[in-house]
C-alpha cells in the first residue's frame, strides 16, 4: 500500500514527465540532422568532364549533385526545368548522348565523358530545330515550361522509332514502329503537360516525323 501511495502522480506531473520523455526521444534525430556540418562529414567533391551542346566542359561538384542541379546551377542552362524533381513529371528531360533522361533522377559524375544536349543545344532562335518550329505552328504548349523536355523528348523519341525500338503500343516487336498517333502518345507519356496541349504536341511531332526527323 505504501509502494502504491509513493507512485501516486498529480495530472501536472504526469504531463511533464511524458514531455521530458519525448525530448530525450527526440535527441538522436536531431544530432543526426546536424551531422552534415561535422568535419568528418563535409560533402564530398570530385571533377566531372563532360560535353554540353557542343562544347567540353569541367566541373567541380559535390558528388551528390544531380546532373539537373549541374546544368541549371553550375552551367546556367536554365532551359532545363525543375518540375517534380521526382522524375514524374519530364520536365527536365536532356539527351544524353542521344538517348533522353529525366536529369533529375541522375547524378552528374555519372557522366564522365558523355555528350549531353539540352534544349539550347538543339536550336537558336535565328535557327530553331524542326520541331522547336513544329511546336510554335501547332502551339504545342501554353504556359510554356514544360516544352523544353518535351521537345528534347520528341526529337530523341522519333530516333527511337526511326531506329525500330518497340514500344508497348507496338504491333510485333521485330517490325519497325510507324511513328502513328497511338505510338507518339504512347512514347511521350513520361513527359506531362499542365496545361493540356497534348493533342497539339501530337500534331507537331506527327508533321516533324513526317519530314524524318
Do not use: W
Amino acid at each position: 500500500m505504501d509502494s502504491l501511495l509513493k507512485l501516486t502522480l498529480t495530472r501536472r506531473e504526469l504531463l511533464k514527465a511524458g514531455a521530458a520523455s519525448a525530448a530525450a526521444a527526440a535527441a538522436p534525430s536531431v544530432a543526426f540532422a546536424q551531422a552534415p556540418d561535422e568535419p568528418g562529414r563535409s560533402p564530398v567533391m570530385t571533377k566531372v568532364a563532360f560535353e554540353v551542346n557542343g562544347k567540353p566542359e569541367t566541373l567541380e561538384l559535390d558528388t551528390r549533385t544531380s546532373l539537373l542541379d549541374a546544368l541549371r546551377e553550375h552551367l546556367h542552362l536554365t532551359g532545363t526545368k525543375k518540375g517534380c524533381d521526382h522524375g514524374q513529371c519530364g520536365a527536365c528531360t536532356v539527351m544524353v548522348d542521344g538517348r533522353r533522361i529525366n536529369a533529375c533522377l541522375t547524378l552528374a559524375v555519372m557522366h564522365e565523358g558523355d555528350r549531353i544536349t539540352t534544349i539550347e543545344g538543339l536550336g537558336t532562335p535565328d535557327k530553331l530545330h524542326p520541331m522547336q518550329a513544329a511546336f510554335i505552328k501547332h502551339d504545342g504548349y501554353q504556359c510554356g515550361y514544360c516544352t523544353p523536355g518535351q521537345i528534347c523528348s520528341a526529337v530523341a523519341m522519333l530516333g527511337e522509332i526511326n531506329s525500330g525500338v518497340p514500344s508497348l503500343v507496338s504491333e510485333k516487336l521485330t517490325a519497325r514502329p510507324k511513328p502513328s498517333a497511338e505510338e507518339i502518345r504512347e512514347r511521350m507519356s513520361g513527359n506531362i503537360c499542365r496545361c493540356g496541349a497534348y493533342s497539339n504536341i501530337v500534331d507537331a511531332i506527327t508533321e516533324v516525323a513526317g519530314r524524318s526527323a
